[in-house]
């Protein structure tokens, strides 16, 4: 064998060794964070708030301290007892609560015994750190003196709620006719909903629980892409079909007979929102019938250059969704909000009235419809 | 290609340019309205013109009741005679649209009454839509005696209510009940008979035997109800114009929640015989009873779908008391109520979408109504203790008994639009329950 053969693997014995025995593979691992989390059922977390809060809990993160060279490590510190809350009706198993947050940074290994720090002991119940999926306790505003500059009297109490409308009366004994005391008392106002007697109960209870939402939307899934076309297009299809295009678009506007097209620019978004807020505040679905309330009506009218429609314009063009008797009434009941609403003009802009000088509404009552 | 790419870019854009354009100038402005409001339609009923001295009393009493009966159904509002701009001194007299739209009455009702000699009298109507300026359907006029002006009211708020709803008229009927008085360890039970609004109430039996559950007939001169008279609850059918009792000869140890057919040819009920109860259907001709049931649970309160062609009952055959609906022969049935608690007293409605029943939950009873495949269950009411719901016969109102907790807690009858809305006690004249709506009087 050659002089350099032995060298050679001297040499390669001499680096394998090192990397084995030395430092070569002893790199320092990377420092990393650890969150242990108890978790407890919802039952126990109200029985937990409901002891009350601990004023300000302490939680004492452990933190090993890095030994010294040639000095044995010392054991961490006793986590700082924090102070006792209100003792909760219900214990939770001591043993099962782990230290609640511990940050633990891993000495290098060339400095260290193989004896781990020694192990802090449980803190005490209350300090637990737990994951809570559902509401949190909203914090109660420091209490403040409220006075008021001067004295303000007291505000009328409002109106019972009656069928009949009746004003309060006292019983006067000077008078010759006793009267017979009552509270006032009005009809319930216009609603937007239905709410019966059964759901008041459960609304009730419900914002008596908590007003956390309990459940949250999910995210809607992300949308296929679309496949790719297959068709090489060139330089020359492109030219084609941007002509296409173009000679179609023209096209459409030639074949739509001109004086019925309004010019200028069209309303915006808010404008068109502010006609169809006008309009509902006045359509009054309340005394329609059950098969009304599912019927779709589109009304068209034509409209002054006031803002207001012109009543005899005023027609059913098209409904769907029931009988001709029954869009019959739910054309009435359109035709009422449009008259009665618009009676003073509806705010429309002045400027662009080729655009709403003839209007279409569709009039659809799937939201306020008996189910 | 830098260039076919610009030249691609800059005619796209001029295309979007000219589409955009193209779209917001095609065609009328086209609005969608989703959202409106739920509130009273507001009316005004001036007195009606009494066209002779005898009528004057009359025709604002008949003024009075078609108000009422409006108001009554939740749906409207009345505008107060204080409020009128201008008055109608005459039946003919052209109306001032605006003077009504100033006060904002989107409806207006005017009539007439003329009482001759011999006790007749007529009473006629207009009914204006205010915001159209026009009237909404032709003048009617009724004619009858004057111990039946309530009677004419109803049919002309009838009337008014179905142009202006779309709904049909319920006004003009009546309502059978059990009439309770004395105390609750003591109670008499009577049946007893009343219009629709609690008014002219008339006993049909004494204090005699306990009686429950009395039920119309389809065209309302008999009622079926289960009487304590012999000891056991039997199956009694009363004449109502003579009030004439026959007691139903049927086999079984006890015989109660009878029903009628649609064309009220038979009857269904419960018959318990050895500790089990199921349904039977029994004929008027004297045929004997065809069992429909044969479970060994408890099958009670059937009720007809208005084709005739199916019931809907109560069994417990699951484990607790849920509904059921099976053909009218019999055979199989298929469980429609599997939500959380007790369901019981079905009844259907008489358009036939509907299911009504009483529902025992966590303590409370309610009201509630369902498809006829048990699906959209809506709960109307809540209570200490609701029962026994009746259909108008327009399926639009449900009139139950609602019985008030402690010693002294007395049932009453209680309406309530199916919506859930104008949930209000129908006032009568003693303690009240189980009530059974009528159809239209003829």
């Known amino acids: ?371 | 290609m830098m260039k076919a790419l610009s030249i691609f870019i800059a005619a796209f854009w001029a295309v979007v340019a000219l589409t955009t354009t193209a779209v917001a100038q095609n065609g009328p402005l086209r609005i969608e309205i989703t959202d409106g409001v739920i509130e009273p339609l507001p009316f005004a009923v001036p007195n009606f013109q009494p066209e002779n001295a005898a009528a004057a009393e009359l025709s604002q009493n008949i003024a009075n009741v078609v108000a009422a009966d409006l108001v009554g159904t939740g749906l409207f509002r009345q505008i107060g005679s204080d409020a009128f701009i201008s008055q109608v001194s005459n039946f003919s007299a052209p109306i001032q649209y605006a003077d009504w739209k100033a006060i904002n009455a989107q409806a207006l009702i005017t009539g007439a009454v003329n009482v001759s000699g011999d006790g007749r009298m007529t009473v006629k109507f207009r009914v204006y839509d205010v915001f159209s300026n026009a009237e909404l359907g032709d003048g009617l006029q009724f004619a009858g005696t004057t111990n039946g002006w309530r009677r004419m009211a109803h049919k002309v708020a009838d009337a008014v209510y179905s142009r202006i709803t779309g709904e049909g008229p319920y006004f003009d009927s009546r309502v059978v009940f059990v009439s309770e008085t004395g105390p609750k360890n003591d109670r008499k039970k009577r049946l007893a008979i009343m219009d629709y609004d609690g008014q002219n109430t008339q006993f049909l039996t004494d204090s005699s035997a306990i009686v429950l559950a009395p039920r119309f007939s389809p065209t309302g001169d008999r009622v079926i109800y289960t009487s304590y008279a012999s000891g056991f609850p039997r199956i009694n059918v009363l004449d109502v114009a003579s009030v004439g009792i026959r007691q139903l000869d049927m086999p079984g140890e006890m015989t109660f929640a009878p029903r009628f057919s649609q064309d009220g040819q038979s009857v269904v009920f419960s018959l318990s015989n050895g500790g089990n109860t199921d349904l039977y259907r029994m004929s008027f001709n004297g045929a004997a009873p065809t069992r429909l049931t044969s479970a060994p649970s408890i099958e009670t309160a059937p009720s007809f779908s208005p084709d005739g062609q199916r019931i809907v009952f109560e069994s417990d055959r699951s484990g607790s008391p849920q509904l059921y609906i099976m053909s009218a022969n019999g055979g199989e049935a298929q469980r429609i109520s599997f939500g959380e608690g007790r369901y019981g007293t079905p009844v259907w409605s008489p358009r036939g979408d509907l299911i009504a029943f009483t529902k025992q939950n966590k303590g409370r009873f309610h009201i509630g109504v369902m498809r006829t495949d048990g699906s959209e269950e809506r709960l109307l009411t809540a209570s200490f203790l609701d029962e026994g719901p009746s259909w108008s016969p327009n399926g639009r109102v449900i009139m139950f008994t609602r019985e008030t907790q402690g010693a002294n807690g007395a049932p009453a009858l209680y309406s309530v639009d199916i919506s859930g809305r104008n949930l209000k006690q129908v006032r009568t004249p003693n303690a009240a329950s189980d009530p059974s709506w009528g159809p239209l009087q003829r």
């Not at chain 1, 010392?74 to 609560?97: I, K, M, R």
């Not at chain 1, 192990?119 to 999926?133: C, I, R």
């Not at chain 1, 999910?218 to 000679?247: F, G, K, L, M, W």
């Not at chain 1, 006609?275 to 068209?300: D, H, I, K, P, Y």
């Open chain 1, 1 to 371: 064998m050659k002089p350099g053969a032995y060298i050679s693997g001297i040499g390669h014995a001499g680096l394998i060794g090192w990397l084995f025995f030395g430092p070569g593979f002893s790199a320092d691992p990377l420092p990393f964070e650890v969150t242990e989390v108890a978790v407890i059922s919802a039952e126990d977390f109200a029985v937990l708030t409901a002891g009350g809060q601990p004023s300000d809990p302490v939680i004492e993160t452990a933190q090993p301290v890095t030994p010294v060279e040639d000095t044995p490590p010392e054991p961490a510190p006793a986590p700082v007892t924090p102070t006792e809350p209100a003792a909760p009706e219900l214990a939770p198993p001591a043993e099962d609560t782990p230290p609640d947050v511990s940050q633990i940074t891993t000495p290098p290994t060339a400095e260290v015994e193989d004896t781990p720090p020694a192990e802090p002991p449980a803190p005490a119940l209350g300090q637990s750190a737990t994951l809570v999926t559902g509401a949190t306790v909203r914090p109660k505003p420091r209490p403040a003196p409220r006075v008021a500059p001067t004295p303000v009297a007291q505000p009328e109490p409002d109106a019972d709620v009656a069928d009949v409308a009746q004003e309060q009366t006292n019983s006067n004994d000077a008078a010759e006719v006793p009267v017979e005391e009552q509270d006032a008392a009005a009809p319930e106002a216009a609603a937007t909903e239905i709410v019966t007697e059964a759901e008041k109960d459960e609304r009730t209870e419900d914002a008596q629980v908590s007003a956390a939402p309990v459940t949250s939307t999910r995210p809607t899934s992300r949308p296929n892409r679309p496949a790719p076309s297959t068709q090489t297009q060139t330089a020359e299809d492109t030219a084609n079909s941007v002509n296409d295009a173009i000679a179609e678009a023209l096209g459409d506007a030639d074949t739509t007979p001109a004086p019925q097209q309004p010019t200028g620019p069209p309303l915006t978004g808010g404008e068109r929102d502010a006609l169809r807020v006008a309009v509902s505040q006045c359509w009054n679905v309340g005394s329609l019938s059950s098969e009304a309330l599912a019927t779709t009506v589109v009304v068209a009218m034509s409209m002054t250059q006031d803002g207001k429609p012109v009543t005899n314009s005023i027609q059913l063009k098209s409904f769907s969704g029931g009988s001709e008797s029954a869009a019959n009434k739910a054309y009435q009941a359109a035709r009422r909000a449009i008259i009665r609403c618009g009676a003073n003009g509806y705010n429309l802009p002045n400027e662009k009235y080729d655009q709403w000088q003839e209007i279409e509404m569709t009039f659809n009552p799937a939201k306020m419809r008996l189910k």
